[in-house]
């Protein structure tokens, strides 16, 4: 088997699912991920342990993770399998540890204002907050993944300075996240911006192999953010079968980029990534079907119909 050379952490069943109004079935959620690792998705966010509240559509995160077939997948010791849980403070990480999650994600924002509206702090107490998990699931033995939201532009503050992607950044990797991702949540970035943050995090010191993409598509700019950042030297992408995904706290913001969309432009320029594009496909129908809405991914609309 051909190593990747490019690693996409598949994130449909966590921001995939999260501002989806109707209620999702738990069985539907569990199918999703079994497809989704049938299609050879070696890294897949499973559900988020956050507030019910805030995010009712994962409040059935305890029966995903304690589903027989999730915990076959947690214990699945396989090198290279990873399925991170995304979670905001300790209430989370114990809980997710609970069901053996080893790896988990948290997240904080360049920006003060989704800051408030999503984990309801500052950026400098999500940062402490971040910390803190960290530090204990590094203790437990869990690893941990980071997120730094509205890289380019905050829905409340306006354009974000780059300054304070840096900032947030090295206090994740500082923690001891194994990696950052640089999410432009309200995908409004486009291949110039993505080329100038990374030339200036990694002047700064940051190592681009710690540092991955999580590009929203609301402007239509995220496979070609994919491939700038490609260019520039990143080998790690999140994207969300069938596109879905979108924060309650980012209004107006479209799903992910879609993993068949990025499979495809990969397989086309020879970079494998492990996935089997025809299967992906289906379960981006599938899934789509499941959720009455239309596909989102354009490659995987047009594959489905030949
Ligand atoms: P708060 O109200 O300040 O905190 O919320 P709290 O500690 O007072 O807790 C409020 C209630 O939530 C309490 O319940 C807690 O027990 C409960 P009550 O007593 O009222 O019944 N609670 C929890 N329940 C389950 N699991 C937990 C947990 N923590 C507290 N872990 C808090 C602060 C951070 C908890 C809240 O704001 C929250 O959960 N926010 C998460 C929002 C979220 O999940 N957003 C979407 C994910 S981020 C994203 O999509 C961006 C990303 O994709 C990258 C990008 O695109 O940029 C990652
Ligand atoms: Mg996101």
Redesign the pocket.
């Known amino acids: 088997i051909q190593t990747p050379r490019v690693r996409i952490v598949e994130?449909g069943p966590r921001?995939g699912l999260?501002n989806i109004r109707e209620k999702v079935p738990t069985s539907t959620k569990l199918e999703l991920i079994q497809r989704l690792r049938d299609a050879g998705l070696r890294t897949i966010e499973l559900t988020?342990?956050?507030?019910?509240?805030?995010?009712p559509q994962l409040a059935d995160c305890r029966d995903v993770l304690g589903n027989s077939s999730v915990n076959t997948l947690l214990q699945h010791d396989q090198a290279g399998l990873r399925f991170p849980v995304?979670?905001?403070?300790v209430?989370?990480l114990e809980?997710a540890v609970q069901y053996g999650v080893k790896e988990v994600?948290v997240?904080i924002s360049a920006t003060e204002g989704f800051s408030k509206a999503?984990?309801?702090?500052s950026v400098e107490q999500g940062i402490a907050r971040a910390k803190e998990v960290a530090g204990l699931a590094r203790k437990a033995g869990v690893a941990v993944r980071g997120?730094?939201?509205?890289i380019f532009a905050d829905p409340y503050d306006g354009p974000t300075p780059e300054a304070a992607v840096l900032r947030c950044v090295t206090s994740l990797l500082d923690a001891g996240c194994y990696e950052v991702?640089l999410?432009?949540?309200l995908g409004v970035g486009s291949p110039a911006n993505v080329h100038s943050l990374i030339q200036y995090l990694t002047s700064h010191g940051v190592p681009m192999e710690k540092l991955a993409g999580?590009f929203?598509d609301t402007y239509g700019q995220a496979v070609a953010n994919v491939w700038e950042a490609y260019s520039c030297g990143m080998r790690v992408f999140d994207s969300s079968v069938g596109g879905l995904?979108g924060?309650?706290?980012?209004p107006g913001a479209k799903g992910n980029v879609a993993s068949e969309d990025l499979v495809y432009m990969f397989q086309n320029a020879g970079i494998s990534t492990g996935v089997d594009l025809a299967k992906l496909v289906q379960t981006g129908e599938w899934i789509s079907r499941q959720l009455s809405q239309s596909n989102s991914s354009r490659a995987g609309k047009a594959l489905s119909i030949k």
């Open positions: 994130v921001d999260q988020s342990v956050v507030s019910p509240r805030a995010i995304l979670v905001p403070n209430k989370g809980i994600a997240f999503n984990i309801n702090c997120y730094v939201s509205c991702s999410g432009d949540t999580h929203h995904g924060c309650p706290f980012a």
